[in-house]
């Protein structure tokens, strides 16, 4: 027959066990949620353009990067190949303004072209796991230092 202290260590190890379950695979720390925000270009919505979260590598992040159109309100809903489903995790944030069409003027004079790029913009974002993931990114014009 098993020592009263076998059978409470016995126990010690289970109730262990079972508390450390939660954090392995399948926990909610891994499940994919959603992510919008808002894009403000001095102060005002910008309109049109493009937000691109990249999975930022110096973190631990991998896998493809999310895109959306920014809408002509400034809003975006992120998406990977069409599901709004992004794992979470640290990513590079870059945006882009629309493109100027041939004989126009330019939307948006001043955005700063570091934006464009995830490894210039300077710009990172968590997502995180059963969270309202609501980003605003409030951008203001091109500094002539910043050229």
Not at 98 to 104: A, H, K, M
């Amino acid at each position: 027959m098993p020592s009263r202290g076998m059978m409470t260590l016995a126990s010690l190890a289970l109730a262990v066990a079972l508390v450390a379950l939660p954090a392995g695979c399948g926990s909610a720390s891994n499940v994919p949620t959603t992510v919008q925000g808002l894009v403000q270009f001095q102060g005002y919505p910008l309109v049109g353009g493009l937000i691109v979260f990249t999975p930022d590598a110096d973190r631990g992040g991998r896998g493809q990067p999310a895109r959306a159109d920014v809408q002509p309100d400034g809003s975006f809903q992120l998406q990977i190949e069409g599901s709004r489903q992004i794992p979470p995790g640290w990513y590079r944030v870059a945006i882009a303004d629309p493109p100027t069409l041939p004989g126009r003027q330019p939307i948006h004079t001043g955005f700063p072209s570091r934006l464009r790029r995830p490894d210039r913009s300077d710009l990172l974002r968590q997502v995180q796991a059963g969270k309202d993931n609501h980003f605003e990114f409030l951008i203001e014009a091109l500094n002539s230092a910043e050229h």
